[in-house]
């Protein structure tokens, strides 16, 4: 089983076994993080082997600083915009690769872009000390929900890997919000924790939903993805019997009463705080054994966005190659 470190005892052990070509478990602002160096494909491979995660589907390479992501991508006028603003931070940019980078290709699945982010804390300290770009996916078993705290890591993955660091509830509770900015044309790829709007303001341009279509440029775009064992049914307005319920907000729908248990994702109405602890009670409703986890309706705006689209792949049939229409 794997060890469970707090941050400052697992700071050396992660270092060893990372150059050792090994994966660690790490938090980050967003979600848990599988990291292995992203310059050496055996780590690499032993990522995808844990996650048991189809080898199409490209990383993320996390970066310490700007000068580490100028060295692996090319940045232009946009992308210097959005990352000065948000990184470190829950932002990943899809960019084109330089040609003399050092990503493995299994990283970015022989596409010519990568995906690259700037996290906050333990993560960069990380990638500071080692000196080179960490790969990380989330931290769960491909297509389950991603985990937000160490000891959901060790349910899903604790018998595959031997360390997790551990900071705790991670503040985002959602992966990053993945922009790919070419040609003039800003694409949100994935909703995360920055809200598409709070991208446009910042840019003064319109931020276009989805991928061009083209390949996996979609990312996390396999519908059936962040799955409970339990089935998800959106938007209830009622309950049925044997079912769990995960409210949101101060009122509740008529039969509430009947749910076999209930957790509500923010009794204020806060999209934030519904973000943060969105993993946490899908699991937890999950353990209750329901059958089912009726949802109650998420307004559709800001960091709703995200959430909205977590609960879409949850509840989506779980024949994964299929893709979410955009
Ligand atoms: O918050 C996060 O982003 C977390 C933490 C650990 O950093 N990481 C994360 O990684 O969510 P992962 O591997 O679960 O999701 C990365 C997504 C994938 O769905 C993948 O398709 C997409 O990024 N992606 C990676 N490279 C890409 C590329 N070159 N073009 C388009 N999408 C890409
Ligand atoms: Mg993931």
């Given amino acids: 089983?794997?060890?469970?470190?707090?941050?400052?005892?697992?700071?050396?052990?992660?270092?060893?076994?990372?150059?050792?070509?090994?994966?660690?478990?790490?938090?980050?602002?967003?979600?848990?993080?599988?990291?292995?160096?992203?310059?050496?494909?055996?780590?690499?491979?032993?990522?995808?082997?844990?996650?048991?995660?189809?080898?199409?589907?490209?990383?993320?390479?996390?970066?310490?600083?700007?000068?580490m992501a100028r060295r692996i991508a090319v940045f232009d006028d946009v992308a210097e915009r959005l990352a000065k603003h948000y990184w470190p931070g829950p932002l990943t940019l899809v960019l084109p690769l330089r040609d003399d980078h050092p990503i493995h290709p299994l990283v970015t699945a022989g596409l010519e872009t990568v995906a690259i982010r700037m996290p906050q804390g333990f993560g960069q300290v990380l990638i500071e000390k080692l000196g080179r770009p960490l790969a990380a996916p989330s931290a769960n078993s491909s297509g389950r929900i991603s985990p937000t705290s160490a000891q959901a890591v060790a349910d899903d993955l604790g018998g595959k890997i031997e360390l997790i660091a551990d900071g705790g509830r991670t503040d985002v509770g959602v992966e990053s919000t993945i922009i790919k900015a070419s040609e003039g044309e800003v694409r949100l790829l994935r909703p995360g924790g920055i809200t598409a709007e709070e991208i446009a303001d910042l840019l003064g341009a319109t931020v276009v939903r989805g991928g061009s279509g083209k390949a996996v440029e979609a990312p996390g775009m396999l519908a059936s993805h962040y799955a409970p064992d339990a089935k998800v049914r959106l938007d209830a307005t009622m309950l049925h019997d044997g079912e769990a319920l995960m409210a949101f907000g101060p009122h509740r729908i008529d039969n509430a009463d009947r749910a076999l248990a209930m957790l509500n994702l923010s009794p204020q109405g806060d999209l934030r705080e519904a973000a943060a602890n969105l993993y946490a009670h899908m699991r937890a409703l999950d353990r209750s054994g329901s059958a089912t986890i009726a949802v109650e309706p998420i307004p559709a705006g800001g960091l709703g966005e995200a959430v909205r689209d977590r609960l879409a792949r949850a509840a989506a049939p779980r024949d994964a190659g299929t893709l979410i229409p955009e």
């Fill in 1 to 67: 089983m794997a060890r469970i470190l707090p941050l400052e005892k697992a700071l050396a052990p992660a270092i060893d076994l990372i150059e050792a070509g090994h994966v660690v478990a790490i938090p980050t602002e967003t979600v848990y993080g599988l990291a292995a160096d992203a310059t050496n494909g055996e780590a690499v491979t032993r990522i995808f082997e844990v996650k048991g995660r189809p080898r199409f589907n490209p990383l993320i390479v996390h970066v310490c600083d700007i000068g």
